[in-house]
Structure formats: C-alpha cells, structure tokens
C-alpha cells in the first residue's frame, strides 16, 4: 500500500519548514487560497476555500506510514479533506493526496486582533520563489484572497514559529508584490 500524500499550498511549500523528503510540484483545481483566522490561533493563516474555476499550485508530499500524526499536530485548526478534484502532479506514481482546510463556520476574515504575519508570507513566498521562481510567486499572491487585512510587520522580532531568514532579493520581492496589491503593512 502506497503512503498518502497531503497537498501544501503555504509554508508547507517552503521545505525547510518541513521533513517530508518525498515532495513533488503540484496543482490542484477547484481550490482556492484565502487569508482567515480561527480561535485556535491568535493571527490569521492561509486556508484553501472551494472555488469552482480555480486553481492552486504547492508541493505534495508523502505521509510515510500514513503516520498523519505530527502533520495533524502541526495543522490543528483545519479539517484534513481528500482531494477529489483534478490535481496535476509531478510525482512518478498516482497518488492519493489530502489537502487543509478551515472549516468556514469555524473561521473569520483577519483583523487587526488576528493580522497575518509578515514572517509567514515570507516563509510561503521563499517557498514559491525556490520552487516555481518569480512567476510562481507572483501567482501566489494573485491566487490568494485576503490582502485587504491588516498585515504585521515582525521580521525584526518573527512571531512565526518557522520562520526562515529570507536573502535581500527574496525580501524585496515580498515587499514589491505587497505594495503592487496595495497590502497594509503595519
């Protein structure tokens, strides 16, 4: 019986933050990301929303073991879904992928008591930029809703617990893509 696999569309893009060796590009339609916020956590994360004619592009990775444990530990406020859907894959086998997400009654827009971090951004668009280059990134933030909410700044002081130290073009290019969709960066 071959391993899972589980679709990831932000940090779990950028493999420094994870020990998932087996991981391959993907995309998967009918998903959408949007910025919300749970109870289960002080500011605001990515979470994929249903959407007819959309698409996302991440990393899916294998669940050695089906051992789902610590990757549900780690993705505690989302509901684990099976991905139903058309998904593109780079892998060299079919697979059986699972994607995050927040359920809708159980989420609300951020606000400036639940921002998005800066250093979360940071830490998707690194893994965008290492995997999908400049164009990919940019679609990240073009496929992605939620840039109307209060963003905090705290690279200084990265409340992220993953965070990861980006070079000087990649901070520029974070900084460039917030600024061409107008984000609130406070």
């Known amino acids: 019986m071959q391993d899972p696999f589980f679709f990831g569309y932000g940090s779990l893009v950028n493999r420094a933050t994870h020990d ?5 590009t993907a995309r998967v339609t ?8 749970t109870d289960l956590r002080p500011v605001a994360y990515l979470t994929a929303v249903p959407a007819p004619g959309g698409w996302i ?3 899916i990775a294998a669940v050695p073991g089906h051992d789902w444990g610590a990757l549900d530990h780690r993705e505690r406020a989302y509901d684990r879904l099976p991905v139903t859907g058309p998904l593109d894959h780079t892998a060299p086998h079919d697979v059986d ?5 927040v359920d809708a009654r159980h989420s609300a827009p951020p606000d400036t008591r639940h921002p998005i971090l800066l250093s979360y951004i940071d830490v998707v668009v690194q893994g965008y930029l290492r995997e999908f280059g400049e164009p990919g990134a940019r679609d990240f933030f073009d496929t992605t809703d939620g840039w109307d909410a209060p963003i905090l700044d705290d690279r200084a002081e990265p409340v992220y617990p993953r965070n990861q ?7 520029a290019f974070v900084d460039a893509e917030l600024s061409r969709l107008s984000a609130q960066v406070q």
């Open 20 to 24: 998932f060796a087996r991981a391959y």
């Open 165 to 171: 130290q980006l070079s000087p073009q990649e901070t």
């Open 97 to 101: 992928v699972h994607i995050y997400s």
């Open 30 to 37: 009918g998903w959408r990301r949007a910025w919300r916020h």
């Open 57 to 59: 592009d991440g990393l």
